[in-house]
């Protein structure tokens, strides 16, 4: 794998500023379509427009911070912002943002002009070191989980020059020069959820360096946590979207009946794609490549109108910025297409969900990637180190990675059979398993050659079987040289799963570099090293193997089994976000500075306030839909159907079926009239205590709410088309 970290701190090929200005649809007048490498990166601060536009030793200065991560050097913001501003007048921006991730989920921005008057009537353009450092928006409406007291709103966004400055484009063109910054309270404290990431990356790359030198590694000198996501989503016309108040409120559907036809066929995934969808992917795409983004597979997914795009992966903290601009544009691009982006984690029930699968690797500044297991696995010793490391971590706090991706979202997604159970293991193939076989035995000699697939037919080359196959039951799997989170809701941002697993995955290497240290001393020879080596592995293996699984995550078996082997099951969110405030995570995330005691527990109590907020907000979705469209048009129907059969009867014929349908009518419309009662009373309810509230939410309001779906999915199959208030499955899944 040939790394390249390119000037803008992300691993990806250097760009050319020549075509920067130039448009990139194709026309008449152009006799060549335009690359995507031409304007890939021209609408970042980053790569030669830099190198062009900044003196050298500023430049060197940034780039210092950028791929080497020292401390910014405040005296170079001047010329820096000044440099910027040009840049970005000359594309016709007029304002400029912080751009930052608060506990919402979402990106935030406040915009404000270059724009500043002289006095004397005339203005200029202004843009100033400090602006370009440091915001001081207003944090008391964002969510703080109490750390920012009311007396003192004040917030602070400050840059990240790691990740690169870029124009955000409107779909009319407009432009905002977006700076990512960090958000933090007066005090210091991480308000959003680039802080603890950036101290995350920090974390893991300094012990894992640990693990390197005690190795005998001499030449690494800084180590990289490297990011690729595959987000899922799905499209639905945008004039259906419209008509549908859960869909527009909560981005789901909150009652529907099963289509005719799902994805029985199975004829959706890596299906031809059609061409209005094929139109939208391309504009995202285009305007991905612009944000340097480099996204690379588009596909059909299972389900249909569901789909996927990916990128080529980079550094961490790029690709979760990367990520979060990819949903931005995911979703302002599907409306100039007629289109509404659905990126909720289950927007239709009885066909799948959508998730984002969370490829996580290591890097050295060399380029060598941590987790590539090379030729002969079993002397590779450093994998075998770092490979051990991981799975103790995924063993040691398998509840907080579970916490991790919990959501009320992602609740109707996990343990779904069509993703990944909410029991966390690791898959990690017939191979691996092989050779924890022998580390456990306290030897490695053989590792099982990955043997040449004969495809059956002379035409076809024989290509390699990979040595780890692909289990999609799993939702933390080894894919041969990186490892893919597959737990992750399509919706979340991937920064806090990211900060966990570097956190604690930091945590296992400094406690196997504590080990080795120990055991080895200086100028330990190299059979000295390997003896250590197999020792701690040895003692790794045995204690953590449990967390290992490669067979059928979906099973009921396994659900005994893992049961058994004492792994933690949470199967909704209320169950498991407490992981994130037992002692033991308290003392992971302060050990290694990524978030203190009052930072953790501001942030489970964020994410219990959300919890319940979502579950409120779909349950007053759902009653109001329930009350205003569905049961009217039941009470139509009833009417139609009480004047056919009184006609009838009027006119002499017996109709005992028309009179049984009737009455079996009448029924339904008075169960969804009850079970809407009881929904309304359960969200009426006030609890005041919030761990309780959450309690409250997933028994009392989901399953009154359940209740009530019930009903007005049965009527949705006898009430007449034209008296069905809302766009069915049917027409929201196709596609025209
Ligand atoms: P799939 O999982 O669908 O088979 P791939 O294995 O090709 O697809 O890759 C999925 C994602 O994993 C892509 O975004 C890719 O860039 C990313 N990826 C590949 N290698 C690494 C790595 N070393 N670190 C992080 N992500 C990686
Ligand atoms: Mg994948």
Redesign the pocket.
């Known amino acids: 794998?040939g790394l390249h970290r390119s000037a803008s701190g992300a691993l990806r090929p250097r760009m050319r500023e020549t075509n920067m200005n130039k448009p990139h649809t194709l026309s008449m007048e152009h006799d060549t379509a335009p690359r995507a490498s031409d304007y890939f990166g021209s609408l970042t601060f980053s790569g030669d427009v830099m190198l062009k536009r900044l003196p050298p030793d500023v430049f060197m200065n940034l780039q210092r911070t950028m791929r080497h991560n020292w401390q910014l050097d405040p005296s170079i913001a001047n010329t820096v912002a000044s440099a910027m501003k040009e840049w970005a007048l000359e594309h016709g921006a007029t304002h400029y943002c912080h751009w930052f991730q608060p506990l919402t989920g979402a990106t935030a921005e406040k915009h404000d002009a270059f724009l500043s008057p002289t006095g004397d009537g005339g203005a200029i353009e202004k843009f100033s070191g400090d602006a370009l450092i440091q915001g001081e928006p207003d944090a008391s409406s964002f969510p703080s989980g109490g750390i920012r007291d009311t007396y003192e709103a004040r917030g602070y966004t400050a840059w990240d020059a790691t990740s690169p400055v870029f124009l955000l484009r409107s779909s009319n063109g407009h432009k905002t020069l977006c700076i990512p910054t960090a958000f933090v309270s007066w005090t210091g404290e991480a308000l959003d959820q680039k802080t603890p990431l950036l101290r995350s990356i920090d974390a893991v790359s300094k012990q894992a360096l640990r693990v390197l030198r005690v190795l005998g590694d001499t030449t690494t000198s800084h180590v990289m946590a490297?990011?690729?996501?595959?987000q899922e989503y799905f499209l639905v016309d945008r004039n259906l979207f419209l008509k549908r108040l859960d869909l527009c409120v909560c981005g789901r559907t909150l009652i529907g009946t099963e289509p005719p036809k799902g994805q029985q066929l199975e004829d959706h995934y890596f299906g031809a794609i059609h061409e209005r969808v094929i139109a939208y992917m391309t504009e995202c795409e285009e305007r991905l490549f612009e944000l340097g983004i480099p996204v690379?597979t588009r596909h059909n997914e299972v389900a249909p109108g569901q789909y996927e795009i990916?990128?080529?992966?980079e550094l961490a903290n790029v690709a979760v910025d990367h990520q979060m601009a990819t949903m931005h544009v995911l979703r302002t691009v599907a409306r100039t297409h007629g289109f509404e982006c659905l990126l909720h984690e289950k927007p239709f029930a009885k066909v799948n969900g959508s998730g984002k699968?969370n490829?996580?690797?290591l890097?050295t500044d060399l380029g060598a990637?941590l987790f590539d297991p090379r030729d002969e696995t079993h002397t590779n010793m450093q994998f075998l180190v770092f490979l051990a490391a991981v799975i103790s971590a995924v063993d040691t706090h398998a509840d907080i990675l579970r916490a991790s991706i919990a959501s009320a979202h992602n609740d109707h997604r996990l343990g779904a059979n069509e993703a990944p159970p909410a029991i966390m293991s690791i898959y990690l193939g017939e191979m691996l398993d092989d050779i924890l076989d022998q580390l456990e035995r306290g030897e490695s000699k053989r590792s099982a050659k990955s043997v040449p697939m004969d495809l059956g037919a002379r035409t076809l080359p024989q290509i390699p079987r990979h040595t780890s196959d692909r289990n999609r039951t799993s939702p933390f799997a080894f894919?041969g040289?990186?490892f893919?989170f597959r737990a992750v809701g399509s919706s979340q941002s991937v920064a806090w799963p990211n900060t966990v697993l570097n956190t604690m995955i930091a945590q296992s290497f400094d406690a196997i570099a504590t080990e080795l240290e120990k055991k080895l001393g200086k100028g330990a020879t190299q059979a000295k090293r390997e003896a250590a080596v197999r020792t701690v592995l040895k003692d790794i293996v045995k204690e953590h193997r449990r967390v290992c699984f490669d067979g059928n995550g979906y099973s009921s078996d396994w659900h005994a089994e893992a049961k058994k082997r004492g792994l933690p099951n949470f199967p909704s969110t209320a169950e498991a976000l407490p992981a994130l405030v037992t002692k033991k995570a308290e003392k992971l995330f302060a050990s290694y500075g990524v978030l203190s005691k009052r930072e953790l527990h501001a942030r489970y109590e964020v994410q219990l306030e959300q919890y319940c907020k979502i579950v409120q907000i779909e349950g007053r979705t759902l009653s109001q839909m329930a009350w205003t469209q569905v049961l009217p048009a039941g009470w139509r129907t009833q009417g139609e159907l009480a004047d056919t059969v009184s006609g009838t009867q009027h006119a002499g014929i017996p109709c005992p079926e028309s009179e049984a349908a009737l009455s079996d009518l009448a029924r339904l419309v008075a169960a969804l009239r009850n079970s809407l009662a009881t929904l309304d009373e359960a969200i009426a309810s006030q609890v005041a205590d919030l761990e309780q509230r959450v309690g409250h939410c997933r028994t009392a309001v989901l399953s009154s709410m359940s209740k009530v779906r019930e009903c007005c999915d049965a009527l949705e199959r006898v009430v007449p088309a034209d008296l069905w208030p809302l766009p069915d499955y049917a027409a929201m899944l196709l596609v025209r």
């Open positions: 794998m490297t990011l690729g996501c595959e690379k990916a990128p080529t992966f699968h490829n996580w690797s890097s990637n894919t040289n990186k893919e």
